[in-house]
């Protein structure tokens, strides 16, 4: 008996040791360009969707069914695209990357798009904004928003529920920036409000001299002035100069997307901020258990006085996104089997429950009004309406470049 019984138990110790050289095996490394802005004055942005992305491998890496990735970065610099457009050409060709990610900046997204039709790679965008990206590829997917995604309800919880009856907009000269203000004017003049004027402000890449552009705005005397900019320094800046030309005494309210409030930005812009209005899918005070949990998990890896913003948990969701198409792939990732395993997944996500559109390879998240306020000395985001799983309005309405 203690003979037969060795036998079955060297039997089942050799049976397992096989089934773990063949899972060892079978598992695969998937590489992954990513195209951030690592330098310049963006920089941040792609250190925020970076951490983020390092931060879910690190949390969840059983999330990949036994494969692991290997990240090969490239910086994208600026928002022009050339830069971008290079290192993905460089990325499929020469690295032979299985995934590209990333994609601060429209422009960079927008010039890459044809390489990856053509290298037949498949893109998962974390970022960039403008709504028919999607559209430029049948191999992209996006995981992050669309300026439609705020600007649009905004229009309409501006007219229904700030009473702002007339509106201006000042905007970023590029896509995204011309996009939101379409957006927000689309959604106010429906709710049946009037957008009195329309103020492109600049570029992209230099913060301007915003006083002339918010003066003119004073001048006209609308209730509420809407304002997209990119995050950051240009946010930054909006307020100083909202304060200084004297909007708010004038009587005219401030109001945007959640970019201009952006958590990394947010207690710099001092109490002129307070009462601020914005539409947003994101804040790092969001109180549900997801992203209590990221947010502890952020501040144990990267310090107790960092924070994460929009962009890190974009980079999260898109960690989390390509590695449900890794594992439905068993590590053999293809574009059309990438976009498939993608369309549909529905993920509880930090900000909420998120899902790709199977029919638009766009995110449907909630969109929530966010209020700034002071608490305990800090300025916080308090969420006080929602507009519950946006699809992208663009494309629903089928508008300009939307209806491709």
């Known amino acids: 008996m203690k003979r037969n019984f060795k036998l079955v138990a060297l039997t089942a110790a050799t049976?397992?040791?096989?089934?773990?050289?063949?899972?060892?095996?079978?598992?695969?490394?998937?590489?992954?360009?990513?195209?951030?802005?690592?330098?310049?004055?963006?920089?941040?942005?792609?250190?925020?969707?970076?951490?983020?992305?390092?931060?879910?491998?690190?949390?969840?890496?059983?999330?990949?069914g036994g494969h692991t990735v290997k990240l090969i970065k490239r910086d994208s610099k600026r928002p022009g695209g050339d830069i971008a457009k290079n290192a993905v050409q460089e990325l499929i060709t020469r690295e032979k990357v299985d995934l590209l990610t990333g994609f601060v900046f429209s422009p960079n997204a927008m010039a890459s798009a044809p390489l990856a039709t053509k290298g037949k790679v498949p893109m998962v965008i974390m970022n960039a904004g403008t709504a028919w990206i999607p559209s430029l590829s049948p191999y992209i997917a996006r995981v992050s928003f669309t300026m439609w995604h705020s600007g649009y309800p905004m229009g309409k919880y501006a007219h229904d529920k700030l009473g702002c009856k007339t509106a201006?907009?000042?905007?970023?000269?590029?896509?995204?920036?011309?996009?939101?203000?379409?957006?927000?004017?689309?959604g106010l003049q429906e709710a049946g409000g009037k957008l009195v004027e329309s103020i492109p402000m600049g570029g992209p890449r230099d913060v301007p001299d915003f006083t002339p552009f918010f003066q003119r705005v004073k001048d006209l005397k609308p209730d509420c002035f809407f304002v997209f900019v990119p995050a950051g320094n240009h946010a930054a800046a909006v307020f100083k100069t909202y304060s200084a030309v004297g909007l708010k005494a004038a009587g005219v309210r401030l109001i945007g997307p959640g970019d201009i409030t952006q958590d990394t930005k947010l207690q710099g812009m001092g109490d002129g901020a307070v009462g601020m209005i914005t539409m947003h899918h994101y804040a790092a005070d969001y109180d549900n258990p997801e992203n209590r949990a990221f947010v502890a998990a952020w501040k144990k890896a990267y310090g107790a006085d960092t924070t994460p913003d929009f962009m890190a948990v974009q980079g999260w969701d898109g960690m989390a996104a390509i590695a449900h198409a890794i594992k439905a792939q068993n590590g053999d990732v293809t574009a059309d089997g990438t976009i498939n395993a993608l369309k549909g997944w529905t993920y509880r996500s930090p900000r909420g429950s998120i899902t790709i559109d199977p029919e638009t390879r766009d995110i449907i998240m909630d969109a929530n009004v966010h209020r700034v306020v002071k608490k305990g000395g800090r300025l916080m985001i308090e969420v006080i309406d929602t507009v519950p799983q946006v699809k992208d309005p663009c494309k629903a309405l089928k508008i300009g470049k939307c209806a491709k």
């Open 15 to 64: 049976a397992l040791t096989a089934g773990l050289l063949v899972a060892g095996a079978s598992a695969k490394e998937v590489k992954i360009g990513v195209v951030l802005t690592y330098s310049g004055g963006a920089a941040h942005f792609g250190e925020q969707i970076g951490r983020g992305m390092d931060l879910y491998i690190k949390q969840h890496p059983e999330a990949f």
């Open 168 to 186: 201006a907009a000042g905007f970023t000269n590029y896509p995204p920036g011309k996009d939101s203000r379409n957006a927000f004017q689309t």
